[in-house]
């Protein structure tokens, strides 16, 4: 039975699902990671000339605080007029260079098949390179993140690559230039893990791995090396201090929640303005500015501010004050749909509020705000292993670990309690999507057809007749199809009930016997030792909705697995999650 040969190649059964393409996306991946690279690097250079031209009016590209500038009341005008700047960007470029950037970056990976557009690519460091040089109160690593993410797919869609492989390249890229700007390669590969890829296989994660590796080398030549926030303050943790880290962040992880909600809120309030979106940001830019008016230190991405709080050297009425307007001019900035990241801002309110908090434990004050930051970013983002190391990569204080590693699972736990989507999914949702953003291994992949097929089925001769086979389906046939097997039990095709209404009406060769009938019928059928996974994708792909289990060797039918059989799977995956027993007896 040649056909049946080719249409069953085995399915060689293994851990993983990788193949040698592994290797070639790999080798993308270094040029991927080298673009983020270079790509932090401009966007760095961007926001610095921005910075210069808006505040102080002049052509550099050194790094300089906007706290020096000499404009008096004339800057509060200056955010309005970057964020008219970005809206016309916007109307007129593309919508997608919006926000913050991770939320647009997972849309795209989800809904879009990870093709961003050589626009995106251009337009989002730029717009964000406006709205943080205005003085928006953001960081650079969300706009990093869907640029990397651009580069990485633009790359993908010219060498014609699958969605699959688009992705990977796509999060490579995001993940190589988070690299780039923060100097975090792990904390970079674990916010692939956890917000982005939605998968936890070899053919993605590597690539991620030696992209983001690739950056990391760069980025010493490019904008320096050693922790961006270097802090020498922190002391090892004590089980003490873990366990008041612990109920910190259940504090700061309902603040995130309450912040996130915060945010939504802004934006509908911006929704119900009677002016075009396009000018949204110019409305918040001019708040933005007047906050500024009153502490030029919450304007701009504010890492003097970060650096700061891990020095310890804020006191309570600066911290309060920073804390405060920081958080209002950043949600009325990001809730007008300026373009801008979300973790330094993160950063510096959840480093306040564990200066804050620390003021009441013992230890060094920058102890507490690294506690908080990681925290704040946990109980936003939905990322506890991401922000535990981000804190550590950051400082260089990875003797904290144990600290910061307990304050971010508890903050995770906090908000993921009181509040059903994070902030970043918040805004997918509100277009209609869902993003379920956990990991399960599918009983689909994991079982075999052997283990649940309903064993001797009903089978019908080979050599029965046509005639007698439309009879047989008139009268007593249980179920829709049946398979026909030869004298010794072999698999020779598969009769259905459309089958025999259709030799019904043709008056098709009464006597001839079901052999001949299906000489030339294409059969799908399975292994025992086939992945019912592999069954599921055979039936959606024949429309065959029962399909026979054969022996590898002989080919003899030794079971059938239904659509019915593969409910009964997901039901008993949803009694295991559900279902309480009690303890086995001796």
Same mark, same amino acid.
């Given at each position: 039975?040649?056909?049946?040969?080719?249409?069953?190649?085995?399915?060689?059964?293994?851990?993983?699902?990788?193949?040698?393409?592994?290797?070639?996306?790999?080798?993308?991946?270094?040029?991927?990671?080298?673009?983020?690279?270079?790509?932090?690097?401009?966007?760095?250079?961007?926001?610095?000339?921005?910075?210069?031209?808006?505040?102080?009016? +002049?052509?550099?590209?050194?790094?300089?605080?906007?706290?020096?500038?000499?404009?008096?009341?004339?800057?509060?005008?200056?955010?309005?007029?970057?964020?008219?700047?970005?809206?016309?960007?916007?109307?007129?470029?593309?919508?997608?260079?919006?926000?913050?950037?991770?939320?647009?970056?997972?849309?795209?990976?989800?809904?879009?098949?990870?093709?961003?557009?050589?626009?995106?690519?251009?337009?989002?460091?730029?717009?964000?390179?406006?709205?943080?040089?205005?003085?928006?109160?953001?960081?650079?690593?969300?706009?990093?993140?869907?640029?990397?993410?651009?580069?990485?797919?633009?790359?993908?869609?010219?060498?014609?690559?699958?969605?699959?492989?688009?992705?990977?390249?796509?999060?490579?890229?995001?993940?190589?230039?988070?690299?780039?700007?923060?100097?975090?390669?792990?904390?970079?590969?674990?916010?692939?893990?956890?917000?982005?890829?939605?998968?936890?296989?070899? +053919?993605?994660?590597?690539?991620?791995?030696?992209?983001?590796?690739?950056?990391?080398?760069?980025?010493?030549?490019?904008?320096?090396?050693?922790?961006?926030?270097?802090?020498?303050?922190?002391?090892?943790?004590?089980?003490?201090?873990?366990?008041?880290?612990?109920?910190?962040?259940?504090?700061?992880?309902?603040?995130?929640?309450?912040?996130?909600?915060?945010?939504?809120?802004?934006? #509908?309030?911006?929704?119900?303005?009677?002016?075009?979106?396009?000018?949204?940001?110019?409305?918040?830019?001019?708040?933005?500015?007047?906050?500024?008016?009153?502490?030029?230190?919450?304007?701009?991405?504010?890492?003097?501010?970060?650096?700061?709080?891990?020095?310890?050297?804020?006191?309570?009425?600066?911290?309060?004050?920073?804390?405060?307007?920081?958080?209002?001019?950043?949600?009325?900035?990001?809730?007008?749909?300026?373009?801008?990241?979300?973790?330094?801002?993160?950063?510096?309110?959840?480093?306040?509020?564990?200066?804050?908090?620390?003021?009441?434990?013992?230890?060094?004050?920058?102890?507490?705000?690294?506690?908080?930051?990681?925290?704040?970013?946990?109980?936003?983002?939905?990322?506890?292993?991401?922000?535990?190391?981000?804190?550590?990569?950051?400082?260089?204080?990875?003797?904290?670990?144990?600290?910061?590693?307990?304050?971010?699972?508890?903050?995770?736990?906090?908000?993921?309690?009181?509040?059903?989507?994070?902030?970043?999914?918040?805004?997918?949702?509100?277009?209609?999507?869902?993003?379920?953003?956990?990991?399960?291994?599918?009983?689909? #992949?994991?079982?075999?057809?052997?283990?649940?097929?309903?064993?001797?089925?009903?089978?019908?001769?080979?050599?029965?007749?046509?005639?007698?086979?439309?009879?047989?389906?008139?009268?007593?046939?249980?179920?829709?199809?049946?398979?026909?097997?030869?004298?010794?039990?072999?698999?020779?095709?598969?009769?259905? +009930?459309?089958?025999?209404?259709?030799?019904?009406?043709?008056?098709?060769?009464?006597?001839?016997?079901?052999?001949?009938?299906?000489?030339?019928?294409?059969?799908?059928?399975?292994?025992?030792?086939?992945?019912?996974?592999?069954?599921?994708?055979?039936?959606?792909?024949?429309?065959?909705?029962?399909?026979?289990?054969?022996?590898?060797?002989?080919?003899?039918?030794?079971?059938?697995?239904?659509?019915?059989?593969?409910?009964?799977?997901?039901?008993?995956?949803?009694?295991?999650?559900?279902?309480?027993?009690?303890?086995?007896?001796?």
């Amino acid at each position: 039975m040649p056909y049946l040969q080719d249409r069953a190649t085995r399915f060689h059964l293994a851990d993983h699902s990788a193949n040698w393409r592994m290797v070639m996306l790999s080798a993308a991946a270094l040029i991927v990671g080298t673009g983020a690279a270079l790509g932090a690097w401009l966007l760095l250079r961007l926001i610095a000339i921005a910075t210069n031209l808006f505040w102080f009016g +002049r052509l550099a590209a050194m790094p300089i605080d906007i706290s020096g500038h000499h404009l008096g009341l004339a800057m509060i005008f200056i955010p309005a007029i970057g964020g008219a700047m970005v809206g016309l960007l916007a109307r007129f470029g593309s919508e997608k260079i919006k926000g913050h950037g991770i939320p647009e970056a997972i849309e795209a990976i989800l809904y879009g098949e990870s093709r961003l557009s050589l626009k995106v690519a251009i337009l989002k460091p730029i717009s964000s390179a406006i709205s943080i040089g205005s003085g928006g109160p953001f960081g650079a690593e969300g706009p990093i993140i869907m640029t990397g993410g651009a580069i990485g797919s633009l790359f993908a869609q010219c060498f014609r690559l699958s969605a699959a492989e688009r992705k990977t390249l796509l999060v490579a890229g995001a993940a190589a230039g988070m690299t780039g700007i923060f100097a975090t390669p792990i904390a970079a590969i674990l916010l692939s893990v956890e917000l982005l890829l939605f998968e936890w296989k070899p +053919r993605s994660f590597v690539p991620v791995v030696v992209a983001t590796i690739t950056s990391y080398q760069w980025r010493p030549l490019l904008l320096g090396s050693g922790p961006v926030f270097p802090a020498s303050n922190i002391a090892a943790s004590s089980g003490a201090l873990i366990w008041m880290a612990l109920a910190m962040g259940v504090a700061i992880g309902l603040c995130a929640a309450l912040l996130s909600s915060l945010l939504y809120r802004v934006e #509908d309030l911006f929704d119900r303005l009677p002016i075009h979106w396009m000018w949204w940001p110019a409305a918040g830019g001019m708040l933005v500015g007047i906050g500024g008016l009153l502490d030029v230190h919450v304007l701009g991405a504010g890492y003097s501010n970060i650096q700061a709080l891990l020095d310890g050297s804020f006191g309570l009425r600066i911290l309060v004050t920073l804390l405060v307007l920081k958080a209002v001019v950043w949600l009325t900035a990001l809730g007008s749909g300026t373009s801008g990241g979300i973790l330094a801002p993160l950063l510096i309110i959840g480093g306040a509020l564990g200066c804050l908090f620390g003021r009441l434990c013992p230890g060094p004050p920058g102890l507490w705000a690294l506690v908080g930051m990681a925290a704040m970013m946990s109980g936003a983002m939905r990322a506890p292993l991401t922000a535990a190391v981000f804190a550590a990569e950051l400082t260089g204080q990875f003797t904290a670990l144990p600290m910061v590693t307990a304050a971010s699972a508890a903050a995770y736990a906090a908000s993921i309690l009181v509040m059903r989507r994070s902030i970043l999914t918040e805004k997918i949702a509100r277009r209609g999507r869902h993003v379920l953003q956990e990991y399960a291994v599918d009983p689909l #992949d994991f079982m075999q057809a052997g283990q649940i097929m309903t064993r001797n089925p009903v089978t019908v001769p080979a050599t029965m007749s046509v005639a007698a086979t439309v009879r047989f389906f008139a009268a007593s046939a249980a179920h829709r199809s049946y398979p026909v097997v030869d004298g010794d039990g072999r698999l020779v095709g598969l009769v259905s +009930r459309s089958d025999a209404l259709r030799w019904r009406s043709e008056q098709y060769m009464g006597q001839a016997s079901l052999a001949d009938a299906l000489s030339d019928a294409s059969q799908p059928f399975a292994y025992q030792d086939s992945p019912i996974g592999v069954v599921a994708d055979l039936m959606v792909e024949t429309g065959v909705g029962r399909i026979p289990i054969v022996e590898a060797d002989t080919y003899r039918v030794v079971g059938i697995l239904s659509r019915h059989d593969l409910l009964k799977v997901r039901s008993a995956g949803q009694r295991f999650e559900l279902e309480r027993s009690r303890a086995a007896t001796m």
